[in-house]
């Protein structure tokens, strides 16, 4: 935890230096006081990009500079939530509330048939596998939303969003292989995939509140969730 960087409301960015978080000037003007809301760098920290509301920053050369083609994919009223890219930063995708960008290495571009695939419902996270070949979106707005990536095009999981019994999803994760993981939302929502199916777990217990964020360990053994109220549920073993 030597290296760092934070964005959120209005545009702001932090970057942290190992000491103490301090405001990157440079970064926050580069927003345009729009919203921040997602996030990825590589591991080295050399490459990064942060989407937002209507605006997209490519991290580089020690400094966020606007990306005007992405930002343009976005679109000044529709706000990316969901970001992800491979481990070399070639290729990607990005998400949110009636818009889907994937990225090519060389720009961002409108995927028309994930956005239909969507329904132009809200996608508030996503998770592709390490080559990028196999993946699942979660999100909603009145119902719960899934969709399954197969390496050429997202479809909705019909019976998977069924089962959300007609609660958004706000947080996912699944192993490296993609054979295991968890998916939480609203109302305290949990479902629980095996590698073949998604099924409601009617054990994880929050008292009904919604879970917003997810970890667990790489062998999914254990694990915490957090969410409004301050409730916070721990997984182990199951």
Do not use: F
Request: proline share 0%.
């Amino acid at each position: 935890g030597n290296r760092g960087w934070a964005v959120g409301q209005s545009g702001v960015v932090l970057r942290y230096d190992g000491g103490r978080w301090k405001r990157d000037d440079a970064g926050s003007a580069a927003s345009g006081g729009k919203t921040l809301a997602a996030l990825w760098l590589d591991a080295a920290g050399n490459r990064g990009w942060a989407a937002g509301t209507g605006v997209a920053l490519r991290y580089g050369g020690g400094r966020w500079e606007k990306d005007e083609v992405a930002s343009k994919a976005c679109g000044s009223d529709h706000t990316l939530t969901a970001l992800w890219l491979d481990a070399a930063g070639n290729r990607g995708w990005a998400a949110g509330a009636g818009v889907v960008l994937r990225y090519d290495g060389g720009r961002w571009e409108k995927d028309e048939a994930a956005l239909a695939a969507s329904g132009g419902v809200a996608i508030r996270t996503l998770w592709l596998d390490a080559e990028g070949k196999r993946g699942w979106a979660v999100g909603g707005a009145m119902d719960g939303l899934v969709l399954r990536y197969d390496g050429g095009q997202w479809k909705q999981d019909e019976k998977a969003s069924e089962a959300s019994a007609s609660r958004p999803l706000t947080a996912l994760w699944l192993d490296a292989a993609g054979k295991r993981g968890w998916a939480m939302g609203q109302s305290g929502v949990v479902l629980h995939y095996d590698g073949g199916r998604w099924k409601r777990d009617e054990a994880a217990a929050s008292g009904g509140k919604t879970l917003t964020a997810l970890w667990l360990d790489a062998a999914g053994k254990r694990g915490w969730a957090v969410g409004e109220s301050g409730v916070v549920v721990r997984h182990g073993g199951g």
